[in-house]
């Protein structure tokens, strides 16, 4: 089985930031893809940020230059640095992964979701 635990969500104030982590664990070959989406209330779920086993990464117009989407490898761990956090950006943030299980078959996960609240 293979799991995935997020953390790091929270109250912040606008302008403020958080930093988001994602843990992978059980039966894992191999992370082919890591990615962030969001859903915020009465709205659909976006792609937020996203990184493939190229290492090049690609993020949603609305937070280019303000987050960043990182991996540790060694810890199948991928993190979301929010900076300048905007109120529009309150939503749920789900962790997404493509991943190869010891028995060679991919499949798409998904973690609970941490709820990030931008507000004064």
């Known amino acids: 089985q293979v799991q995935l635990v997020e953390s790091g969500g929270g109250l912040v104030q606008p302008g403020g930031s958080l930093r988001l982590s994602c843990a992978a664990s059980?039966?894992?070959?191999?992370?082919?893809?890591w990615a962030w989406y969001r859903q915020a209330p009465g709205k659909q779920r976006d792609l937020v940020a996203r990184?493939?086993?190229?290492?090049?990464?690609e993020y949603a117009n609305s937070v280019k230059g303000r987050f960043t989407i990182s991996k540790e490898h060694a810890k199948n761990t991928v993190y979301l640095q929010m900076n300048s956090l905007k109120p529009e950006d309150t939503a749920v943030y789900y962790c997404?992964?493509?991943?190869?299980?010891?028995?060679?078959?991919?499949?798409?996960?998904w973690g609970q979701g941490t709820p990030v609240t931008v507000s004064s």
């Open positions: 997404n992964a493509e991943i190869a299980t010891m028995a060679l078959i991919a499949n798409d996960y």
């Open positions: 059980g039966s894992i070959f191999s992370v082919k893809t």
């Open positions: 990184i493939p086993s190229s290492g090049s990464t």
